[in-house]
Every structure is written in structure tokens, then in C-alpha cells.
């Protein structure tokens, strides 16, 4: 499995996992986020829930867009992410949008580490600071596929001013160093 699709994945499993107690149990994480002991409000439920449905649809929209599930109905080739594949047109930037997503949470539950004290918090700031940073390396290295040459294996876009490869000239005798 590529970077890509596993960057993809963790962020559509971590998104999962923070829905499902959201949606399946409001009340008792309401009541957790309450200095007070109290039942928590109808409003407080209806919100919990509705932000856990948000975190699950963005977790498929994030597994659909990048091409990770297959909108076609052949399985016969593999899904790549360039800018001009149409099975997956919306790769990049659901890519992008769901690394600022993972930065902006990662800073978030760190501010409130720090705000508050709480040790919680850094298991939220580890796990999406990890996926920010897949996204960020996916971002920088994953998203062109170069051009490679077949024949040196360098990538033919390197210049050679005002340096000359030496090393292409060492492995090919029939090109010549300046």
C-alpha cells in the first residue's frame, strides 16, 4: 500500500473513531466535558450528534474523493493520483484540505494541552499531528510523479547549470560532463 492511500485511510479511520461516541453516546461525553456533575441538555445531545455525523461524513467523502473506494464498477487497474485521472479528480485537493484539517486539530488540542493540563489532550495532539505530517510528506512528495528518465533513472527536469551532473556522466560514458 502506497503513502497516499494509507494517509487516506488513517485519516478516514481517525475521523471514524472520534464519530462513534459522538453518535453513540452524547450524553456520557457531554457529561465528561462538564466540570459539574449534571445530565446533559437536549441541546448538548443534538449537537454532540450532529458533530459526530459530521466527522463520519467527512471521513467517506475523504475515502471517496482521493479514489481510495472505487466509484466504477471495474476493479481493473490501479487508482493513481495524478491531476489528470479521472477516477479520482479530486485527489489533491481533498488532500490538501484534510492535511489543514489535521494541522488545525493537532494545534487545537495542543493549545488546550497546554491550556488546561490535561494529559487527554495529547493523544489527540500525537495522532493528528502524525497524520498532518503523512499529509504534509504526501503533499511534497507524493502528488507528481516526476520524470524519470528510463535510461539514467534521474529526473530528466534537473538542470545541469551552473553544475554539471558528474555522477549521470560517471554511470552513461556517452554523456560527457562540462
Known amino acids: 500500500m502506497d503513502v497516499f492511500r494509507a494517509y487516506t485511510y488513517s485519516t478516514a479511520g481517525w475521523l471514524t473513531l472520534q464519530s462513534l461516541p459522538l453518535i453513540l453516546s452524547p450524553g456520557i461525553i ?80 495542543y493549545t488546550r494541552f497546554v491550556t488546561t493540563g490535561q494529559g487527554i489532550f495529547t493523544l489527540g495532539v500525537a495522532v493528528n499531528a502524525s497524520i498532518a505530517a503523512v499529509g504534509l510528506w504526501c503533499l511534497l512528495f507524493a502528488t507528481s510523479n516526476g520524470k524519470i528518465s528510463r535510461k539514467t533513472g534521474v529526473d530528466k527536469r534537473a538542470s545541469g547549470y551552473p553544475f554539471a551532473n558528474s555522477e549521470a556522466a560517471k554511470r552513461h560514458p556517452n554523456k560527457k560532463s562540462l
Open 30 to 109: 457531554t457529561a465528561l466535558m462538564l466540570d459539574e456533575t449534571r445530565q446533559a441538555s437536549s441541546v448538548e445531545v443534538y449537537f454532540a450528534r450532529c458533530l459526530g455525523f459530521s466527522l463520519l461524513t467527512i471521513a467517506v467523502l475523504t475515502a471517496m474523493l482521493t479514489g481510495s473506494i472505487p466509484l466504477t464498477s471495474t476493479i481493473s487497474e490501479p487508482v493513481t493520483t495524478e491531476d489528470s485521472d479521472p477516477k479520482a479528480p479530486y485527489a489533491n485537493p481533498t488532500l490538501m484540505i484534510t492535511f489543514l484539517f489535521q494541522s488545525a486539530c493537532a494545534f487545537y488540542a
